[in-house]
């Protein structure tokens, strides 16, 4: 039976493998040179695509007036989804009170972020480009970071930049921060050496010379606008300065859905783009492998090796397995922000997100109940 707890082991380490090269690249590896704000502010098209969000809408445009950047650099395109309530009026009205040169795209059907950004793209003008949720806001300098990185260096072609979720006492919150904290150390890495496609959707920057459209067939638009500039033999990068914050759902069932869509789509984008692994680059021979295998392996094994060595821990050791469970259980409920608990929540929604690759989910439902209406 020690076979059965050794073999449960083994599968777990495999299962690990990526993170651990992680962890001795965050703690070793090469670190992303610091940029400073842009010498030349360029001209700017922010492309907003927004459902359901009549609750935050006004407090986000609000949040983009406090931005530090030239307002007379921006040019804002709202795109509302067929928003069922009263967003589009919304922001219609608090764009006209804030000063902004704006249009609004109103769809005459869903389309999903995507298409909306490539409708949008589409009648953009200016040499830069920002896609942004309606539902997460800035810190004031957050622009300027993003654009200071991506103007700096002439073989960048996309940025985006950290998601963080707003502190608040909720468990969701808390567990979403431990990972949220680990994987932008690991997206800086990856930049630091080559690229990264883990993109935030939150806020993503990129040069509309090179990135004209978002492939909206499969996949995640913030990983796609990556793939895209990767594809074209230029950088994507992380810019951890560039910090932008979300509200996490308070409850599970309404995280959940929220999670297996981004990790599902995620997956999708992995997938697509996989004729990138023959480019003779550290993105394509390093990290792009480490990321397949993470989203493909790691959740499956995580959680067969963890049934394994449960198995074997119970014919060994029946109070030895009691003691661990309890232990992990207690540090869970005392220390709920750790790492352990994030990693294996998001190591559940990759699994879902496997599971639920044959859906359709570019159509998105609002998780948002922010704000005042």
């Not at 359901?52 to 395109?77: A, F, K, T, Y």
């Not at 793209?121 to 309606?134: E, G, L, Q, S, Y």
């Not at 995280?255 to 999708?268: E, F």
Request: with cysteine.
């Amino acid at each position: 039976m020690r076979m059965i707890l050794l073999i449960g082991i083994v599968l777990l380490f495999i299962a690990l493998v990526p993170y651990i090269v992680y962890v001795f690249g965050i703690r070793f590896g090469r670190r992303a040179n610091k940029t400073g704000f842009p010498a030349i502010f360029p001209k700017i098209s922010m492309i907003i695509s927004a459902y359901n969000e009549e609750r935050v809408i006004g407090d986000r445009i609000r949040n983009l007036m406090q931005c530090r950047i030239p307002h007379d650099s921006l040019e804002l395109i709202f795109v509302d989804d067929c928003s069922s309530d009263n967003t589009l009026s919304r922001a219609k009205t608090c764009l006209e009170k804030s000063g902004l040169e704006f249009r609004i795209i109103a769809n005459t059907e869903r389309m999903g972020t995507s298409r909306s950004y490539n409708n949008a793209i589409k009648v953009a003008r200016n040499p830069v480009i920002i896609t942004t949720d309606a539902d997460v806001f800035f810190e004031p300098d957050t622009v300027n970071y993003l654009i200071g990185r991506l103007t700096s260096d002439e073989h960048i072609a996309a940025v985006c930049g950290e998601l963080r979720p707003r502190q608040n006492e909720n468990n969701t919150t808390k567990l979403e921060y431990a990972y949220r904290s680990y994987y932008g150390r690991m997206c800086d890495w990856e930049s630091a050496v080559d690229s990264t496609y883990n993109f935030n959707g939150a806020i993503v920057a990129f040069r509309s010379d090179l990135i004209r459209r978002i492939d909206d067939k499969r996949g995640a638009d913030d990983a796609n606008t990556a793939f895209e500039a990767i594809r074209k033999g230029y950088r994507a990068v992380y810019e951890n300065r560039a910090i932008v914050y979300e509200d996490i759902p308070p409850r599970f069932s309404e995280q959940y859905r929220q999670k297996i869509r981004r990790a599902k789509q995620l997956i999708d984008a992995t997938l697509a783009n996989r004729d990138l692994l023959g480019m003779n680059r550290p993105f394509s021979r390093f990290f792009y492998p480490l990321r397949f295998f993470m989203y493909l392996c790691t959740p499956l094994l995580t959680f067969i090796s963890l049934v394994v060595i449960l198995v074997g821990l119970y014919y060994v050791s029946p109070v030895l397995l009691l003691v661990l469970l309890c232990l992990v259980m207690g540090a869970g409920l005392v220390w709920r922000q750790n790492l352990f608990n994030a990693f294996l929540v998001n190591q559940f929604y990759l699994l879902m997100g496997l599971v639920n690759m044959g859906k359709d989910m570019r159509i998105w439902e609002s998780t948002s109940k922010k704000g005042n209406v």
